[in-house]
């Protein structure tokens, strides 16, 4: 099954942006060429770039504080297996600290070393890591792959908490739904939400249907247009009757 995942605000779209960045960037980093690394430093770039902001960390420990807060009143729940329960929790109050503690370390990550700062400064020119524009980057790219990695690793060692919360946060959103079979009548399917309780729409569509989801939602109601992909690359609709699975994340 493909998914789709559609946010239902700003919060939750930041959140999904930070968790494709990270994926690549471990992708990258667990490669060889220094063309991968290279890329790593890009996605590194964007990492800053989208998880820099103040109120980012604020929404996040506000989000961590919440999951906290919920979980806790299933400690009296007989149904509920404490030491699991308890594991979460931890894992929430271990995330929370970390990234309290972070401090501007993400804004400061780049400025305060003068390697990044002149491959950030150079690297959005097209062209403008070629080996006369900054010898120090091409020097360091002929660097084995193993010191190279080693370099990375340590230089983006504060982000780790970032990362880890913003897991925690997006795992916590998906374990607490199921996908449910909903028809999509002539292509369309729409539903009204309870205003505020759902964060993320999970789509999952069987790729041998061949159909792309148009998405639009807020806090009050979703949509789906299901589309097909021509021979040229043009969007049609899709007027079948297709049955999809659907979670409602809170």
């Known amino acids: 099954m493909i998914l789709f995942e559609h946010p239902f605000n700003e919060r939750v779209r930041t959140y999904l942006r930070l968790e494709h960045l990270f994926d690549r960037f471990e992708k990258l980093i667990g490669r060889d060429e220094a063309l991968d690394h290279h890329f ?32 806790m009143t299933f400690r009296t729940n007989a149904s509920v297996d404490q030491q699991v329960l308890e594991n979460v929790l931890s894992r929430i109050d271990s995330a ?63 982000l780790e908490p970032l990362k880890t919360s913003v897991d925690m946060l997006l795992g916590l959103m998906r374990d607490n739904a199921s ?38 939602g807020n806090r009050m109601m979703v949509s789906i247009r299901l589309m097909q992909q021509d021979a040229d690359g043009r969007l049609q609709a899709c007027n079948n009757d297709t049955t999809l699975e659907l979670a409602l994340c809170s």
Request: glycine share 8%; charged share 25%; with cysteine.
């Open 40 to 71: 790593c430093f890009t996605t590194l770039f964007e990492i800053i770039e989208v998880g820099g902001r103040t109120d980012l960390k604020t929404d996040m420990l506000k989000d961590l504080d919440r999951h906290r807060l919920h979980l």
């Open 96 to 158: 929370f600290e970390n990234l309290n503690g972070l401090g501007s370390k993400i804004n400061q990550l780049v400025g305060e070393n003068d390697f990044l700062s002149s491959l950030r400064n150079r690297i959005s020119i097209p062209g403008g890591t070629c080996g006369f524009d900054l010898p120090i980057y091409h020097a360091w790219q002929q660097k084995p792959a193993a010191l190279r990695k080693e370099h990375i690793e340590r230089w983006t060692e504060p």
């Open 179 to 216: 996908a449910q079979k909903v028809s999509a009548t002539a292509g369309v399917f729409q539903q009204n939400l309870p205003q505020g309780k759902f964060q993320l729409l999970r789509l999952f569509i069987d790729p041998a249907l061949n159909l792309i989801p148009e998405i639009s």
